[in-house]
Each structure stands twice: as structure tokens, then as C-alpha cells.
């Protein structure tokens, strides 16, 4: 039997008692550099707005990109069920903010009818 560590709890589980995700980590950042954007002469169409955009000159900052790659991981029975109940709770924090703010329109509008 293997035994694979859950990802959320970080206990060992059989492999069959365990659901395979695959999650998305930051895997490295690329530097940002300083370029040389040039005299600003130059310009381009945009398709969209049918705009001639120049493009200004001098030095522009390319901050750096972020590289992401999936893993795969392993996430146990405890921890899924903990995860369905998390949203549901979220789901249903959800629905009572949307009936607060349905009851805050309507009791505006009665005052309002009323004045
Ligand atoms: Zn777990």
C-alpha cells in the first residue's frame, strides 16, 4: 500500500483514501528590468477604439512576471469534507448578506412610499 501526505493536514493517508488535485504555486519571480522605450516617435493602431496611439518616449520599468506551475497533490477524506463545509458555510454567510441588503432596499422603499 502506498502512503501519500495530504496536502492540507500533512498526514499520511493511503493512497486510496485520498483525492488527487492539482494546485497552482509560485514557482519563481522574474527580475524587473529598465528599458529604453525610445524618442516616443513611433506609435500604434489599436484595433478596438481606432485610435492612434503614440507611444511616449524615455525609460519604461517592465516589473518582473511571476511563473506559476502545477503540482500535483494529494488532499484526505477529513480534510475534502472539511473543505465542502467551509463552503457551505461561505455560501450561506453569502445568502444572509444578500437578504440583509434585499431587506435594507425594501424597508427604503417603504419609508420613502411612506413619506
Ligand atoms: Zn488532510
Known sequence: MRYV???KCGLNYPITQVRART???????SSGAMAYKGWGSSGSWT?????YNKTGGGLAYYGGRTYYRNVKVYVCGPCLAAEARARARARAASAKRWR???SIIFVGGVVLWLM
Do not use: L
Open 5 to 7: 501526505e495530504c496536502h
Open 23 to 29: 494546485v497552482e504555486v509560485e514557482s519563481g519571480r
Open 47 to 51: 484595433g478596438s477604439t481606432k485610435k
Open 100 to 102: 440583509i441588503f434585499w
